[in-house]
Structures are given as C-alpha cells and as structure tokens.
C-alpha cells in the first residue's frame, strides 16, 4: 500500500495569512448581507472591490515569493499605502461627480442658466478640500503600517502586523465611504435649492408692460388720435392708402 504525504506548505504561504477575513466587510458583494454598521455602500462597490482584488493579488505575489525578505518587499508599506491613495482618490473623484450631477439634475429641472450653475458647482479649492478631507480617513491605516516596517521579515510580529493593516484598511474604508456619503448630504441642501429656483417675474413683466404701451401708441397714431413722430410718415402713409 503507497502512503501519500502531507502536501507540504513554503515558509512564504505561511508568513502571508488569508487577509479575507480580516478585511471583513469589503469582500462583501453589493447586496449581500453584513454583520455589523455601517453597510458598505453599493454606489462604490466597484471601487471596494477593485481595492480588495489589488491586495489579493498582492498577497499572492508575495505568497510564491520563495523568503520572507522578498515577501516584505511585496508587502511593503509603500505599496500597501498607494493602494489606499489609489482607492480613496477614485472615491473622491466619484464623490465630486455625484455631486455636480445632483446639482446639474436639480438646475435642469428648474430651468436654472447653465452660467449660473457653473458659478454655484464646487470650486478648484472646494474639490481639493473634499479629496483631503476623503484621504484624511486613512490615517489610522497610513500610521499602523509603520509596523510592518518595524517587524523583522518572517516573523511573526511581521504576520500580525499585516493582519492588523488589514483589519484597520476595512475600518479605514469605511469610514471613507461614509465621509463621502456626508459631503454629498452636504451639498444636497445646495440641490434643493437650485430645484426650488424660479426666474424673477419683474423683467418678464416689464417687458410686457413696454410691448403693450408701443402697441397702444402705435395704434392711437395709425388711427389719428395722436401727432405722427418724427419719421413716422412714411410708414403712416403707407398705413393709411391701405386702410
């Protein structure tokens, strides 16, 4: 009888753990159920998930790496915090378009001059504001990698010290999602007041009022009430010969 052997694990597959568990709630798919607030936020599952494959395939990199030095350099820090700037800036840029298409629906509906529209949508300096405002929620994650730094390659301070990044990227982004969800709440007041947005009546009245007293002037003079203007002749005579 053959006896077969245990399959044998590298070193490198057991210094990278699986991180699904510890990213927790982002490698929820839309509409699945979680179990714990805040749900992750459909309107940027897209970005969510994007994120989560990168640090996947990042993890696999490192797990058929071969030595724990090559692991970390794969794992590094620096990578690890592009990946959230990567992410964060696309839910900023996400956040700023939702809210000029709010904006943008709410003047459609009301009518509102497109001139007066760009004057009300969110500056260069507003954007900017709100992108750093959106990036400042990885803070704790930014600050935690430090340990990974810290940890010597291939122990087991460094294999906790990833668990632990993994962990404070889902809080992190998270957080994220809800800021983003608040600077939209933010300029949604700003919506409903473009939709509740009339045009003045007061131009529209004296244009009325201008066009009715030409024509009831022009009719006293068509019909002799009045002195003909000066270079009115023409036209009067004209009037009259037809009459």
């Not at 006896?3 to 044998?8: C, D, I, N, Y």
């Not at 350099?73 to 915090?81: E, N, P």
């Not at 990974?148 to 990044?165: I, K, N, P, Q």
Request: glycine share 8%; net charge neutral.
């Amino acid at each position: 009888m053959t006896s077969h052997s245990a399959p044998r694990t590298s070193h490198s597959d057991a210094l990278v753990p699986e991180l699904g568990p510890a990213l927790g709630r982002l490698t929820a798919l839309p509409g699945a159920k979680v179990g714990a607030p805040p749900r992750p936020r459909v309107e940027l599952a897209d970005l969510r998930l994007a994120l989560v494959g990168r640090v996947f395939e990042l993890a696999g990199t490192a797990r058929n790496a071969g030595d724990p030095a090559k692991v970390s350099a794969i794992l590094a820090s620096d990578r690890l915090r592009t990946e959230w700037e990567r992410g964060a800036t696309q839910v900023a840029t996400r956040t700023i378009l939702r809210i000029q298409e709010s904006l943008a629906a709410a003047a459609e509906r009301a009518g509102l001059p497109a001139r007066r529209l760009r004057r009300l949508a969110p500056t260069a300096d507003e954007r900017a504001l709100i992108t750093a405002r959106l990036q400042g929620a990885g803070v704790p994650f930014v600050d935690g990698l430090t340990t990974l730094d810290v940890a010597e390659d291939g122990s087991d301070d460094w294999t906790e010290a990833l668990l632990a990044a993994a962990r404070l990227l889902e809080s992190c982004w998270l957080d994220l999602e809800q800021r983003a969800l608040a600077e939209e709440e933010a300029w949604s007041a700003e919506a409903m007041r473009i939709a509740a947005w009339r045009p003045a009546r007061w131009p529209r009245w004296v244009a009325a009022g201008l066009l009715a007293a030409i024509c009831i002037y022009t009719g006293l003079v068509l019909g002799g009430y009045v002195p003909v203007p000066p270079g009115g002749n023409a036209v009067t005579s004209w009037w009259w010969s037809h009459e």
